[in-house]
């Protein structure tokens, strides 16, 4: 039996990845329908392929059969509370309904069966966002400060959570089915068509000669796949399985190892043009254009990958690791020129479609069909076994059907904050700290992005985020997109932030070292990224479409760039030599220093720095000669 319920769930997810291609081209069906049909067919789906006698370790047929029992139940309930909702969504936006005590009951047994799928397929924290939002519009009234709120009873709470479009059926879910799905999708068909495979191999070969060798190429790989995968941790394990263990064998420690690839796989999420889906989400939400929100990302992305290689660079050098010799070195041939348009012609035929005026939606579905066609001719191992394609629609299928479960969850703070007004009281006190000053604001605000969005996926911890914290940091005065950008840089470095990191708790397995070291490394190398967000708030000109003009762009390019390698090389302890621990510290107080907004403070301290680099390099120039 449970073989074929496992069956149906990936049949279903087979229709659900098909589906997603038919919306972005034709356009979904009557929201109500559409999105209550889809949630159900995703609740079957994550209830097939993550039962409950999967996480409860039981012995016994009988016990076996309850659970399965329990899970059924369940989905039974789900299947009649989206029937209901989909019934009464007339009378519902006419204000003329009224529900029984099933109808509330099942409602609220449905939000529990989505808390308990996520707590399945994104474990504890993030089903626990919105059992505690339920929680709080129950008895927020009870709270003091800005918490307290008037009240509200179970049937109000679930007329604004399920029967209507501000909770659960809400923008989000909608955002999900008509334009995140199908790029979801689309990561999958990338690494099911062995696009993955081909850029690996071609990042080894690119950073052959270099010291960081299988470092840096990890750093290329896993920025570029990690921004079509839109997940953190299947980037880490997708690539790193392969560029972990290499970079071990060339002499890094294991710690160091699996934080070079925890942190590249979590700035592919910051990567254009996809940015792990984030990017048209963003489009949506903001109502921007979705290249400029791209082109926007541009430099900051680069800073960052720009600071990890400075970083493996240092380090390859400070344990004396030479570079790969040439006749080990990875080799490009014409086939693997070819083959590397698995990955890039389909990322160019979505800017031409995007350029060309179309939905991003329509570039998702051109993408996806690209990149079969491509794949078909370019792969012999795909022709010779076609159903890889089907096995990738049904792994997309699935992971579209989690972050489904997962955002309709979210649905419910959204319907909370709505409710209780909480949302405008916080960004209201916001408001009032940023009136003391704009950066102990934005500081509250990262710390505040980086809790929330722990243990988080990007795209469902980039959304709690902005729903959140967005209307308050907007309260400050900043331009929408800054708003979004900065709120989702610290969304997507919450994955290898500590305690939590699941990057590093998806890398540690793999480079055999404990996760929280990896956690505090990735930290250390990913410095940068967390100074990023600060730096084009203040310095718009670096977003490049934001009060952009020349004198202030090249000032913040000349101190970003002397300010990274001045963090790395104190971070690290080497530059052309070991460092004394004094000039560590000089250089970490000047690569902060240069970034204020004060002029005299960034002259002082970028000629401190400069003198800095001049000394340890006629330094070690002098040691080299007494040798």
């Known amino acids: 039996m449970e073989k074929i319920i496992r069956m149906i769930a990936l049949t279903l997810a087979a229709g659900l990845a098909l589906q997603s291609v038919y919306v972005a081209y034709f356009g979904g069906w009557e929201p109500s329908i559409h999105r209550s049909i889809a949630l159900f067919v995703c609740v079957i789906i994550v209830i097939g392929t993550s039962p409950l006698v999967q996480s409860v370790p039981v012995q016994g047929k009988v016990f076996r059969v309850l659970l399965w029992g329990i899970d059924f139940l369940l989905a039974g309930i789900t299947a009649y509370a989206c029937w209901r909702f989909v019934s009464a969504i007339d009378d519902i936006e006419n204000l003329i309904v009224e529900f029984s005590l099933w109808d509330k009951s099942a409602a609220i047994i449905a939000v529990a069966t989505l808390f308990e799928l996520t707590r399945r397929t994104f474990g504890l924290l993030l089903a626990s966002v919105g059992v505690l939002s339920l929680l709080y519009a129950f008895l927020g009234q009870d709270l003091p400060w800005i918490f307290r709120h008037s009240g509200f009873s179970v049937e109000q709470t679930m007329e604004v959570v399920w029967y209507g479009f501000q909770g ?214 795909l022709r010779a076994n076609p159903k890889r394609i089907l096995d990738a629609m049904i792994k997309g299928g699935v992971a579209g059907a989690q972050i489904m479960v997962a955002v309709a969850s979210i649905g419910v703070l959204l319907a909370v904050l709505n409710l209780t007004g909480v949302g405008i009281k916080f960004a209201t006190e916001i408001a009032h700290m940023g009136a003391d000053g704009l950066l ?82 990735a930290f250390k190398l990913a410095l940068v990224g967390f100074l990023v967000p600060f730096v084009f708030v203040y310095e ?40 004394l621990l004094w000039s560590r510290a000089v250089r970490l107080i000047c690569g902060f220093a240069i970034l204020v907004t004060d002029p005299r403070i960034q002259a002082l301290a970028l000629i401190v720095g400069v003198i800095l680099i001049l000394f340890e390099k006629r330094r070690s120039s002098g040691r080299k000669s007494l040798i």
């Open 168 to 381: 659960v059926f809400g923008f989000p879910t909608g955002i999900v089915l008509s334009l995140i799905l199908v790029f979801i999708v689309f990561g999958a068909l990338l690494e099911g068509v062995g696009a993955g495979d081909v850029l690996i191999k071609i990042a080894f070969a690119l950073t052959g000669k270099s010291r960081g060798g299988p470092a840096h190429a990890a750093i290329v790989a896993s920025g570029l796949f990690g921004a079509t995968s839109g997940s953190v941790t299947a980037n880490v394990v997708g690539t790193g399985a392969f560029t972990i263990p290499m970079i071990r064998r060339r002499g890094f420690s294991p710690e160091f190892s699996g934080a070079v690839e925890a942190a590249a796989s979590t700035g592919g999420q910051i990567m254009p043009p996809i940015m792990g889906a984030a990017a048209f989400l963003m489009a949506n939400l903001t109502g921007l254009p979705y290249l400029k929100i791209a082109t926007a990302a541009a430099l900051p992305a680069f800073f960052y990958y720009f600071s990890l290689f400075c970083a493996v660079s240092l380090e390859a050098k400070r344990v004396g690791i030479e570079p790969i010799p040439a006749a080990d070195r990875e080799q490009i041939t014409k086939t693997d020129i070819l083959q590397s348009f698995m990955l890039l012609g389909p990322i160019l035929v979505i800017l031409a479609t995007l350029i060309a005026g179309r939905s991003p939606a329509m570039a998702g579905f051109w993408a996806i069909l690209s990149a079969i066609a491509i794949a078909l001719v370019l792969n012999p191992a």
């Open 540 to 579: 718009p000109s670096l977003l490049l479409v934001l009060d952009f003009n020349w004198p202030d762009f090249l000032s913040v390019i000349v101190r970003l760039s002397l300010a990274i390698w001045l963090l790395s090389t104190g971070l690290i302890g080497f530059d052309a030599d070991k460092l």
């Open 440 to 521: 102990p604001a934005l500081i509250l605000a990262a710390a505040t992005c980086l809790v929330l969005g722990m243990g988080m996926p990007t795209l469902p911890a980039y959304l709690i985020i902005v729903l959140v914290l967005g209307p308050a940091i907007k309260f400050l005065g900043l331009p929408t997109l800054s708003v979004h950008l900065f709120v989702f840089y610290f969304g997507v470095l919450s994955a290898i932030t500590p305690p939590v990191a699941l990057a590093a708790l998806a890398a540690a397995p793999i480079a055999k070292a404990n996760p929280m070291r990896i956690a505090v490394v």
